[in-house]
């Protein structure tokens, strides 16, 4: 899905980061990536999904 960049989030650990040389981003499509393979969620999807497992469980949406 397509969103405007002000109308998004992604999925950022600050801890999947710092193990993975800056791969802090999540995409639905592959492990942890760096943030321009983020996939980006709209308002509507961020109240509906789980976040992904992260390393200390410290995976946040974020804009």
Same mark, same amino acid.
């Given at each position: 899905m397509t969103h405007v960049a002000s109308d998004c989030s992604v999925v950022y650990s600050c801890n999947e980061s710092a193990i993975s040389d800056s791969a802090g981003f999540w995409p639905n =499509?592959? @492990?942890?990536? +760096?943030?321009?393979?983020?996939?980006?969620?709209?308002?509507? =999807?961020? @109240?509906?999904? +789980?976040?992904?497992?992260s390393t200390?469980?410290?995976?946040?949406?974020?804009?």
């Open positions: =499509e592959f @492990g942890w990536v +760096q943030f321009d393979q983020a996939t980006r969620f709209s308002t509507e =999807e961020i @109240g509906r999904l +789980q976040l992904p497992t200390g469980r410290d995976a946040r949406f974020v804009p």
